[in-house]
């Protein structure tokens, strides 16, 4: 469309009867500039960068904040840490990130009792919740290639959860939206999805239906 109207406007303005050269190509040259201007606007205006979250994993809605962590622009998670307070859970987790860079903790707790730590190229998460106490435990996922999916392993390994519920995106992941409840620490989480090959963030919310890879 926009080789068309500019070729429009060449026409029009080379059919115009002008007695001096000159000001034919200057009358151009200003009809040219404003088009431009106008269409750059317009670009800027509708082209909002989409920023894909996966679902929630576990729908608690008795979260009070959220936490929203990510790698920076272009890179993606390489590995996780997860802070587990007795009693409580897990309540908070950080990033690496593939420029070499970690993320901020998300919920800034300090109370925790053990600290776990995961390598690889985040994809998924197995979410495991226990009633009146939120998330207790996460599996991680690591994308291998293109579209593999492998299990690097469990953090805390607490066997008291009530359910599970997992959460993927369709290439890796570059951060979190972590959601806290006082008294409780992490209750929910979600993952931000990056495009495969892109630096800017992906385009789809993936497996909306929470399904185990197996």
């Known amino acids: 469309m926009l080789i068309e109207f500019s070729s429009f406007i060449i026409m029009r303005v080379f059919k115009m009867k002008f007695s001096n050269s000159s000001f034919r190509l200057a009358y151009l040259g200003a ?15 509708t082209s909002v960068e989409a920023s894909p979250v996966t679902s929630r994993a576990t729908n608690n809605t008795d979260a009070e904040q959220l936490h929203r962590v990510e790698c920076n622009n272009g890179t993606h998670i390489t590995g996780m840490y997860v802070d587990e307070q007795y009693n409580y859970g ?4 950080q990033f690496q990130c593939s ?20 390598r690889g190229d ?3 998460l197995e979410v495991f919740e ?5 998330v207790i ?4 996922f690591r994308r291998s290639g293109r579209v593999g999916l492998s299990e690097v392993g469990r953090f805390t390994n607490n066997p008291r959860e009530n359910r599970t519920a997992y959460i993927e995106c369709p290439y890796k992941a570059y951060g979190a939206e972590v959601y806290e409840q006082s008294s409780y620490g992490i209750v929910d989480i979600a993952l931000l999805c990056k495009e495969e ?4 963030r992906g ?12």
């Open 31 to 45: 009809s040219m500039s404003a088009f431009l201007a106008s269409m750059s606007t317009f670009l800027l205006a």
């Open 99 to 118: 420029d070499g860079t970690t993320t901020e903790w998300a919920t800034g707790n300090t109370n925790w009792n053990l600290r776990h730590h995961l």
């Open 203 to 214: 385009t789809l919310v993936p497996n909306p239906n929470n399904v185990l890879p197996f």
């Open 90 to 93: 897990v309540i908070d987790i």
């Open 137 to 140: 435990d996460f599996r991680y």
């Open 130 to 134: 226990q009633y009146g106490y939120g």
């Open 122 to 124: 985040l994809a998924g």
């Open 197 to 200: 090959g892109s630096a800017r």
